[in-house]
């Protein structure tokens, strides 16, 4: 409708975490348009914009100030970055970590989701180190990840959403030497005249600053 009250919006995202700034925003856009059909799909930001190009999703969450130059995109709020460790790990009782400090354990990310921005950003915060870092991926989801590292299979970093998944036998460490938290970004295309999509976007500019 002209007010954007029924119909359907579709939304792409890379997970949606309880607690999260991303669950509270669809969370809160829900009660506020009750009639309005929302459709969630999970993947990678490639994923995502592929199906956003092609018509089948209306907007996509995505980790970074992605700027594709076909859509229009918007930094919306951001996390600190966290160091995921096994609590028996010998960083276990320090405040926080270094890059240097975790540049000779192995890494484990996942193929899907923001799986293959923390391995680039990984390689980009550890470039010229000696040996190169060890990063391996595992085709599994963000909670069975987190119960690897538990189980020493590597270590891993996330935004602090991802803290507030229930994991045991994981220690979560600011990382101190990280220059800027993560930012996360809507991006959606220019030939979509939504007013759901639109009133979406107001809501997460509103919630934003408030937050």
Not at 35 to 52: F, K, P, S, Y
Not at 141 to 157: E, N
Not at 166 to 188: H, K, Q, R, Y
Request: hydrophobic share 40%; proline share 6%; net charge neutral.
């Amino acid at each position: 409708t002209a007010q954007g009250e029924c119909g359907r919006l579709r939304i792409g995202v890379y997970a949606l975490i309880p607690g999260s700034f991303l669950a509270e925003l669809i969370g809160q856009y829900r009660k506020d348009h009750p009639n309005l059909d929302i459709e969630i799909t999970e993947g990678t930001a490639r994923d995502t914009l592929t199906q956003l190009r092609a018509d089948r999703l209306d907007i996509a969450f995505v980790a970074g100030t992605s700027k594709p130059p076909d859509c229009h995109s918007r930094r919306i709020w951001t996390e600190p970055l966290l160091a995921a460790v096994s609590a028996r790990h010998a960083l276990v009782g320090r405040s926080a970590a270094t890059w240097a400090d975790l540049a000779a354990d192995t890494f484990i990310v996942r193929h899907g989701g923001t799986g293959p921005q923390v391995h680039d950003h990984i390689v980009l915060r550890l470039a010229g180190t000696w040996p190169a870092p060890s990063i391996l991926r595992f085709d599994v989801g963000r909670g069975t990840l987190l119960s690897m590292v538990g189980q020493d299979f590597g270590i891993t970093v996330i935004g602090a959403a991802s803290s507030l998944l229930p994991t045991s036998g994981v220690v979560f460490l600011p990382i101190t030497d990280e220059p800027e938290p993560v930012a996360f970004s809507a991006v959606w295309s220019p030939h979509n005249r939504s007013v759901a999509l639109r009133n979406l976007l107001g809501l997460a500019d509103k919630m934003s600053r408030s937050n």
